[in-house]
């Protein structure tokens, strides 16, 4: 599969806006953090519960039901990532703002999902799946080992100065590798909706990027089960 260079501009500027605006909400403080993912929730609710009518018609509602495991729970998982000890009340004031396993998780997809585009775009020959025919198994593999590499490797470093560093360095490999697999599933979970509504696009919000579920099809579904390895083993 050749790169577009017009398609790889379009989505390079693109995503250095949405980057920022990411990075902004993020790191900002408890309340910019609050306002991104109410942001996220909202945005990816409203395509989802499009998506639904477009397929059930009249019956949509008993499916977009589904949001609130799909959306809603995982958007939840992130805010308590980033209340430590459990605390709201420490959220409040600003004591118990923790934002470093957000930013991991978000750092791992972004890792993996372009990784997985370069070296898919140079090597990939195999299809992975009929879901979605342009990724390759070389690009799946490869888009995987190079996330788990590369935020094993550099995140510890990053979050000894900027952030909370963790007490276990393989839990940083290990989040890596989980938001690979789930984040790939995820996408893949999307693209099948996406099928079964007959559309390219879940909204037009990013140029070259789509919408919302575009943007946060693998957050949602990586989430949960780093949630679950976060809270039985870390």
Not at 42 to 56: A, R, S
Not at 204 to 226: E, K, N, Y
């Amino acid at each position: 599969m050749a790169i577009n260079i017009d398609t790889f501009k379009t989505r390079a500027l693109t995503a250095l806006i949405f980057v920022a605006v990411m990075l902004g909400g993020l790191l900002w403080n408890k309340w910019s953090f609050l306002a991104l993912f109410t942001l996220i929730h909202f945005g990816c609710w409203y395509e989802f519960v499009k998506i639904m009518k477009t397929i059930y018609a009249e019956k949509y509602v008993q499916y977009a039901l589904y949001g609130l495991l799909y959306i809603t729970l995982p958007v939840c998982m992130m805010i308590d990532f980033a209340t430590t000890q459990n605390s709201l009340e420490g959220f409040k004031t600003g004591a118990g703002f923790d934002n470093t396993i957000p930013l991991v998780i978000i750092f791992s997809i972004w890792m993996n999902d372009t990784m997985a585009y370069l070296v898919g775009s140079f090597i990939g020959k195999t299809p992975f799946s009929s879901i979605s025919p342009k990724k390759t198994w070389e690009g799946t593999i490869g888009g995987a080992l190079l996330c788990v590499l590369a935020i094993g490797f550099i995140c510890p470093l990053l979050a000894e100065i900027f952030l909370q560093p963790f007490a276990q360095r393989q839990s940083y490999f290990i989040i890596a590798a989980i938001c690979a697999v789930f984040g790939t599933a995820g996408d893949l979970l999307e693209s099948k909706l996406k099928r079964m509504a007959n559309i390219k696009d879940s909204g037009s919000i990013m140029p070259g990027h789509g919408g919302f579920l575009d943007r946060f099809d693998s957050l949602l579904v990586a989430t949960p089960f780093v949630w679950l390895y976060v809270k039985l083993f870390m």
